[in-house]
């Protein structure tokens, strides 16, 4: 977004009409009248883009271009002159100018050329999010011979078409991503960002910066300004993935923000506005986890306008060998392997799984027999599968006495957690506590937690 632009020009008529033009616009405007005071602001300061004289005292405007691209490369540069040549324009955009303007100008030109700045910063913005993200993931196929998932993705077309926030549940790994995916992509924002957040991993004290961003300054660290995934999804959508592990304090500004579409960045006091579309996603009761006040019941029924549940896949057997079909494909093709099929015997392995970690656990047993093995045909042998779910066994012995109420909740977390292999998710589940929870109090104990 183009927020704050800083004004260099000797000539004070020529700073007050672009002050004009810039704040018609609905720009702040910062003016100085020579090189060196436009370097002084930029060294304390943060502008998204610098409008400089070529010609001034002290400083000349390519000298304000060096020190920008050294500074702060992100930072877009005009420069003007009245006494330009080719050569002169030339060797501006040659050292980084985005723009050459040649005065006078017309205000036509001069909101043309902003405007081409505010779509250049937009690109640059989406661009840095997703090399930061590095990631890019490969959604599984959307297949279903089931009348439950039949049914839900005949909905997504008229989901996807509505701008109404969407709310998914469904157990860990049931494709509740993988859906929210599929609705983007089918709705008239599928060419704006689909920006993910994860918000059962990031630290608590993180939160409020990674979902509005912050200022230059705002806290320790805060080097420079940083946009937050409202921000980054602007015009496209915003999926908040286990939402429930919001913090409780935050849901409240969250709300705020969801219903009027505007909010501050940390440590700033301008609000900014955005056109983004919200879908939730959660693997918990939503009900209980209303009634025992971990989410907002006035946050929830905003963001459940249209509700998703999405069957475990053992309620839906019939749906297990047509994804594993189209993830056998899909991995022979990953990894440049000659298509392989599935014998007789190990359909009937797969078919006589519970997958308790539903279709992600499908997948990565598929991956893994791929990877690992030759044969054009795929024998049960080849399936690695944990046939013997593992539970909490009932204690065998009698409580000690003079044991504290704090230490057998400890042994009854740390037991749970060995007992399911060290999966935060499984783990939570089963002690009916929030991932958050669950790390806060592996954390006392002298214990982390690897991600799931």
């Known amino acids: 977004m183009l927020e704050r632009v800083l004004v260099a020009d000797d000539e004070p008529l020529m700073r007050k009409l672009i002050a004009q033009m810039l704040q018609r616009l609905g720009i702040e405007v910062v003016l100085v009248c020579n090189g060196q005071e436009a370097i002084d602001r930029l060294t304390q300061e943060s502008f998204d883009c610098v409008i400089s004289d070529l010609i001034m005292p002290q400083k000349t405007g390519l000298d304000v271009l060096h020190f920008v691209k050294e500074r702060s490369p992100q930072t877009v540069v005009i420069l003007a002159t009245a006494h330009g040549s080719i050569e002169t324009a030339v060797e501006a955009m040659r050292l980084g100018a985005f723009h050459f303007l040649l005065k006078p100008f017309s205000p036509e030109a001069f909101e043309a050329t902003i405007a081409k700045v505010r779509e250049f910063l937009r690109l640059q913005k989406e661009n840095r999010f997703l090399k930061d993200e590095q990631i890019q993931i490969k959604y599984p196929p959307l297949t279903a011979v089931s009348r439950a998932m039949k049914k839900v993705l005949a909905d997504l077309d008229k989901i996807a078409k509505s701008q109404a926030s969407v709310f998914i549940t469904g157990e860990s790994g049931t494709g509740k991503e993988v859906i929210a995916a599929a609705i983007h992509q089918r709705s008239s924002r599928a060419n704006h960002p689909f920006v993910r957040v994860n918000c059962a991993a990031i630290a608590e004290s993180l939160v409020e910066s990674e979902f509005f961003g912050h200022e230059k300054g705002a806290f320790t660290g805060a080097h420079i300004r940083k946009a937050g995934r409202f921000e980054l999804a602007d015009q496209g959508t915003l999926l908040l993935d286990e939402v429930t592990e919001i913090p409780l304090a935050l849901q409240a500004k969250l709300l705020r923000a969801i219903q009027e579409q505007e909010f501050e960045r940390v440590g700033g006091t301008k609000s900014i506005r955005v056109n983004v579309r919200f879908v939730a996603t959660s693997n918990r009761n939503m009900l209980e986890a209303i009634e025992s006040r971990v989410f907002r019941e006035d946050l929830y029924y905003r963001l459940n306008v249209i509700p998703i549940h999405l ?81 909490i066994e009932k204690p065998t012995g009698a409580i000690p006495i003079g044991i504290t109420l704090h230490e057998m909740e400890k042994r009854l977390v740390l037991d749970t ?36």
């Open 311 to 391: 069957p475990p896949l053992r309620s839906r057997p019939e749906d297990i060998i047509p994804l594993a079909e189209c993830f056998l494909r899909r991995f022979c093709a990953d990894n440049h392997k000659a298509e392989k099929r599935f014998t007789k015997q190990a359909i009937d392995k797969l078919l006589a799984y519970s997958w308790p970690g539903n279709v992600r656990e499908l997948a990565n047993i598929i991956e893994r027999t791929v990877v690992l093995d030759f044969d054009p045909l795929i024998d049960e042998q080849h399936l690695y599968l944990d046939n013997e779910k593992r539970a």
């Open 417 to 452: 957690f060995e007992r399911q292999g060290q999966n935060r998710t499984k783990t939570a589940s089963i002690l009916g506590i929030s991932i958050r929870t669950l790390r806060n109090k592996l954390h006392e104990y002298g214990l982390s937690a690897s991600e799931d």
